[in-house]
């Protein structure tokens, strides 16, 4: 761990109220614990570490002893153990004091993705008298919060995936209007050439769904097994991309279009529905960070839900509403989520995220608009890939849009 992340840590600590954070795994049953260390892939670990971070003063691990290696990569002070024994007493000595510490726990799992400690080692730790609070927010803190150059990064991505994603619609157009064939996969294909020529990467191949496959929130298109598109046909498209650096963000956008000059009324009507509720939860955001009132993920969720169950569609808004956006597509911050989870992590400054609601009709269509917000410094929250889709792309009358 380097010195400048210790310090980060220390200071977020003392931010958050927070008297120490507990680090601990087992092989790799931590991987939050283990990217916060250090701890690489390559690097050989079968036993259990700790690693005691208080707000103020120096950290103390614990490793076994045919583990030294690890310890190196603790700041601080570092004890052995080898026995069962040993290990228990290592750690109330390096908790010795403490009476709140932070673990990856959840209360009740409610937040799944920072819920990485076993139920035996929170259990544990309890039994030492110490109180265990959720490490969620100081995770999003550490881990989600960017640079003012990753910001930058992540404005360039979603103007990036907006000049793609309407390519894509003006490549259908063409093909359709010229009777030349194409596919989803064909789509899908050309998405990722663009990536390429725009020195863009992404983690896996973006979805194009024509149909009744749009039902699918999670659909992609093989070669094996694709579908044409044609004229009258629904077609949502989602895409996503960072910069090629290390330190690039994703953008994360999903459209939808109709093969034809006028969008029926069918598509129209949900779609309107989807775009409120997703401007909902983004006046939710925008509104809170602009009278310096505190966000969280599930109230997110909520406002973007209401809209929807409002308009009957409830039981066909079948996931959570957005997700953190980082490095890695899906980040460590907090989910717009009150629905497949409880996120109450607090929606942080320097934060970036995407908000995208759906209404899903089996055997017909499905329906998504997802935009990528990010939280400034300074707390205004701004759209990457405006101007955002507020009507069903008319695929026909595009023209040719460059690209």
Known sequence: ME??????IQTNLRQLGIPAWLLCSFRESNPIAARI?????????SRR?????PATGQPVGLV????PHIGKLMPGHVAEYSSQTEFIEGLQKILAGCKVVAMEYSPNNGVPVIAKVDAGTVELIR???IEVVPSGDLIASVEAVLTQDQIDSAARAGASCRQVMMGAFNLIGQSVA???PITEFDVQEWILRQFAIRGLVTDHSPNCSVGSNSANPHYQPTAESTATINRGDFVLIDLWARERTDDGIYGDITWVGYVGEEVPEEFAQV????RAARDAAFDAVAGAFAAAETIDGATLDDAARLVINKAGYSEHFIHRTGHSITTELHGAGANLDNYETNDTRTILPGTSFSIEPGIYLPGQFGIRSEIDVIITHDGQAI????PRQMEVVKIMNLGNVEC
């Open 3 to 8: 010195q400048h992340q210790l310090e980060r």
């Open 383 to 386: 759209a990457t890939s405006e």
């Open 37 to 45: 260390l250090g701890l690489t892939p390559d690097v050989h670990q």
């Open 49 to 53: 570490w700790a690693l005691m971070i």
């Open 127 to 129: 039994s030492f008298g």
């Open 271 to 274: 779609f309107e529905v989807v």
């Open 64 to 67: 076994h002893r045919i583990e």
């Open 178 to 180: 010229s009777g030349q």
